[in-house]
T-cell receptor
Framework: DAKTTQPTSMDCAEGRAANLPCNHS???????VYWYRQIHSQGPQYIIH???NNETNEMASLIITEDRKSSTLILPHATLRDTAVYYC??????????FGPGTRLSVLP | SAVISQKPSRDICQRGTSLTIQCQVD?????MFWYRQQPGQSLTLIAT?????????ESGFVIDKFPISRPNLTFSTLTVSNMSPEDSSIYLC??????????FGSGTQLSVL
């Protein structure tokens, strides 16, 4: 079973920041938090991952709480092409990637 | 990032037949993973394919139904055997890349009539 829980769906206005939460209260100390997204029947696309520190790349920012029990993926300026299912995964080397149901993000014009 | 080519991209098959899905990677990788995504569902790991050894199957998946070949470090096949409409899904291969990232192929959309 997935170690993470996410809201089933979210809406975001185009051009605004999309903040996607993820709870991982049982995450182990060696488990990273990964985010992937899947755009309609395509293969999942890597977005970002982190262990303890906040991370930022060209796609998104990842904010991890100090106790590591939750995190937020931030898409700073959402576009219509960001409409997808977003998956939050807790993973450590040697484990399998276990996908939960994810959050269906709809970016609205 | 790893470049993964998966074939076919989609197929429509008759009940009782088998389909072999190919996954080609542009670099050598020790492990390759096969996932299934049923309609409207999330991804479920079918098996891990290591070169030179038998694939390791997850609970609920068996070798007779989903035989896997891994002849070298850049290629793997997954066969969906004796298909039924319940096997209609997207099948995806994935490989680990640099910096602990997992990369996915574009998937094979299978419909069984």
């Amino acid at each position: 079973d997935a170690k993470t829980t996410q809201p089933t769906s979210m809406d975001c206005a185009e051009g605004r920041a999309a903040n996607l939460p993820c709870n991982h209260s049982t995450i182990s100390g060696n488990e990273y938090v990964y985010w992937y997204r899947q755009i309609h029947s395509q293969g999942p696309q890597y977005i970002i991952h982190g262990l303890k520190n906040n991370e930022t790349n060209e796609m998104a920012s990842l904010i991890i709480t100090e106790d590591r029990k939750s995190s937020t993926l931030i898409l700073p300026h959402a576009t219509l092409r960001d409409t997808a299912v977003y998956y939050c995964i807790a993973w450590a080397y040697g484990q399998n990637f276990v996908f939960g149901p994810g959050t269906r993000l709809s970016v609205l014009p | 990032s790893a470049v993964i080519s998966q074939k076919p991209s989609r197929d429509i098959c008759q009940r009782g037949t088998s389909l072999t899905i190919q996954c080609q990677v542009d670099s050598q990788v020790t492990m390759m993973f096969w996932y299934r995504q049923q309609p409207g569902q999330s991804l479920t790991l079918i098996a891990t394919a290591n070169q030179g050894s038998e694939a390791t199957y997850e609970s609920g998946f068996v070798i007779d139904k989903f035989p896997i070949s891994r002849p070298n470090l850049t290629f793997s096949t997954l066969t969906v055997s004796n298909m039924s409409p319940e096997d209609s899904s997207i099948y995806l291969c994935s490989v680990p890349g640099q910096n602990e990232k997992l990369f996915f192929g574009s998937g094979t959309q299978l419909s069984v009539l």
